[in-house]
């Protein structure tokens, strides 16, 4: 059974820093892309960012310039670097990662960026 668990959310003032993290844990041969997705209140889930194997990244217009996706593959964990916090970064942020030709989400975590 593989597992992807999120850590890191919480309450952060605007312009302030929060470090995700997500480890992948079960029986795991290899894991291929691994990525962030967030979902506020009333709106779908919109992909964030994206590494892959090989460590190229993508990111979503919104971010770029602020979050840094990165990974430690020797840990089979994703992490997700945000800086300069805006209140519409609120979300829960999920990771989800492309394991043994599988995807597979996490439970979310709650980022809330307020004053």
């Known amino acids: 059974q593989v597992r992807l668990v999120e850590s890191g959310g919480g309450l952060v003032q605007p312009g302030g820093s929060l470090r995700l993290s997500c480890a992948a844990s079960?029986?795991?041969?290899?894991?291929?892309?691994m990525g962030w997705y967030r979902q506020a209140p009333g709106k779908q889930r919109e992909w964030v960012a994206t590494i892959a194997s090989g460590g190229y990244t993508g990111y979503a217009d919104s971010v770029k310039g602020r979050f840094t996706i990165s990974r430690d593959n020797a840990k089979n964990t994703v992490y997700l670097q945000m800086n300069s916090l805006k209140p519409e970064d609120t979300a829960v942020y999920y990771c989800?990662?492309?394991?043994?030709?599988?995807?597979?989400w996490g439970q979310g975590t709650q980022v809330t960026v307020s004053s």
């Open positions: 989800k990662s492309s394991i043994d030709g599988r995807g597979y």
């Open positions: 079960g029986s795991i041969l290899s894991i291929n892309s």
